[in-house]
């Protein structure tokens, strides 16, 4: 029988190769601190998992959290079977109550381990591939309306069609990035505005009404569930929600409010790529639509989400996105690339990366 025999943590900065990634409440990262986890097994089989935390201020979440609390369940798992994915999850569970991103690497090694031992890509176990590739959106950085414009434009010569620009910042600064976004896009693109919380009600309201005659979607307006339900009520368009669904049970109260048209599965929100399929598989069920991602990553994570999201039923796939494009450092060989603003997910076992061991660098810790 296969069994875990180690686990290794890394840890590896992502700098953002346009210099910042700015969003609501004045949050702004140049560099992402990421972490990489690599479980080894008796059968010379390893996975690996990466989480990226958005930084400190974004989720309930922060980067060395995640290196504190693996070490809180990492004995625990050693010595048992990495594919039986459930009793991952369910001693990971014991052992650390919450703290769903500590758990997301962890997992995602594991289904890399499964795939890998059963000669299979992880789209396959998943569910199959749909379709040839997998659109993608590009997420503009929260800056003046006009250079967030002149992004926009470079990015569709670059093959986006879905773009979600970062507001929630001062309501007529956001009406403004709107307007002049949607005046330079096509009919058929997608744009999606995205306050990430932070806007007050109020604001939200003078944005929408000020914007919703134009082909637009909103994203989580306020910070909580009850705020933005609130604001969906008041308005005719496509709604999102993203931080307030965070488990099945915030899915399901959502669900039976109406509380929205699309949500957003990241998968370290929810503690890795059992749990989000759980969700993907629920949302099919139900018939709401998905954009599948993570808060943030690069070659490891990304993978993942091409393989979750290429497993993904065509109509209920809103979006994904490809974060390793946007970061500066590349530790992988066979991470999806981007091509004409979409990615497949790789035919290779498991996640499909051949990860370089030079970049990485040595762990911070070892557990077995």
């Given at each position: 029988m296969i069994k875990i025999v180690s686990i290794e943590v890394f840890q590896l900065d992502l700098p953002i190769k346009e210099g910042k990634y700015s969003w609501s409440h004045g949050n702004s990262v140049s560099v992402f601190d990421s972490t990489l986890v690599k479980i080894k097994t008796n059968c010379d089989i390893f996975g690996f998992g990466e989480v990226c935390t958005l930084g400190p201020a974004y989720l309930p979440a922060y980067p060395e959290g995640v290196r504190t609390g693996i070490k809180k369940f990492g004995k625990a798992l050693i010595g048992l079977d990495p594919t039986d994915l459930t009793t991952i999850n369910s001693i990971m569970d014991t052992n650390l109550k919450g703290h769903n991103?500590?758990?997301?690497?962890?997992?995602?090694?594991?289904?890399?381990?499964?795939?890998?031992?059963?000669?299979?890509?992880?789209?396959?176990?998943?569910?199959?591939?749909?379709?040839?590739?997998v659109v993608l959106y590009r997420a503009i950085s929260q800056e003046d309306p006009k250079i967030m414009s002149k992004k926009v434009k470079g990015y569709k010569k670059e093959g986006?069609?879905?773009?979600?620009?970062?507001?929630?910042?001062?309501?007529?600064?956001?009406?403004?990035?709107?307007?002049?976004?949607?005046?330079?896009?096509?009919?058929?693109?997608?744009?999606?505005?995205?306050?990430?919380?932070?806007?007050?009600?109020?604001?939200?309201?003078?944005?929408?009404?000020?914007?919703?005659?134009?082909?637009?979607?909103?994203?989580?307006?306020?910070?909580?569930?009850?705020?933005?339900?609130?604001?969906?009520?008041?308005?005719?368009?496509?709604?999102?929600?993203?931080?307030?669904?965070d488990s099945i049970n915030s899915f399901l109260r959502a669900y039976h409010d109406q509380a929205m048209d699309i949500i957003n599965i990241k998968i370290s929100k929810l503690g890795g790529i059992t749990k989000s399929r759980l969700l993907?598989?629920?949302?099919?069920?139900?018939?709401?639509?998905?954009?599948?991602?993570?808060?943030?990553?690069?070659?490891?994570?990304?993978?993942?989400?091409?393989?979750?999201?290429?497993?993904?039923?065509?109509?209920?796939?809103?979006?994904?996105?490809?974060?390793?494009?946007?970061?500066?450092?590349?530790?992988?060989?066979?991470?999806?690339?981007?091509?004409?603003?979409?990615?497949?997910?790789?035919?290779?076992?498991?996640?499909?990366?051949?990860?370089?061991?030079k970049i990485i660098g040595k762990p911070l810790f070892e557990i077995k």
């Open positions: 991103y500590v758990k997301s690497p962890v997992d995602m090694a594991c289904w890399d381990i499964l795939g890998k031992y059963t000669k299979q890509p992880l789209w396959k176990i998943l569910g199959g591939k749909f379709g040839k590739d986006y069609t879905k773009f979600q620009l970062k507001v929630g910042g001062n309501p007529n600064e956001d009406i403004e990035r709107i307007k002049l976004v949607r005046s330079i896009l096509d009919k058929s693109d997608i744009l999606v505005a995205d306050a990430n919380t932070g806007w007050l009600m109020h604001d939200a309201l003078r944005v929408i009404k000020a914007t919703e005659d134009l082909d637009v979607y909103y994203e989580q307006p306020c910070i909580s569930y009850e705020e933005s339900l609130s604001i969906r009520k008041k308005t005719k368009n496509p709604f999102i929600l993203d931080e307030n669904i993907r598989d629920l949302c099919v069920q139900l018939g709401i639509g998905m954009t599948i991602e993570d808060s943030w990553g690069g070659d490891i994570v990304t993978a993942a989400i091409a393989h979750l999201a290429h497993s993904t039923p065509e109509k209920f796939r809103f979006s994904s996105t490809d974060f390793n494009s946007y970061n500066t450092l590349s530790y992988s060989i066979g991470s999806p690339k981007r091509k004409n603003g979409k990615f497949v997910a790789s035919e290779n076992y498991g996640l499909g990366l051949t990860i370089k061991d």
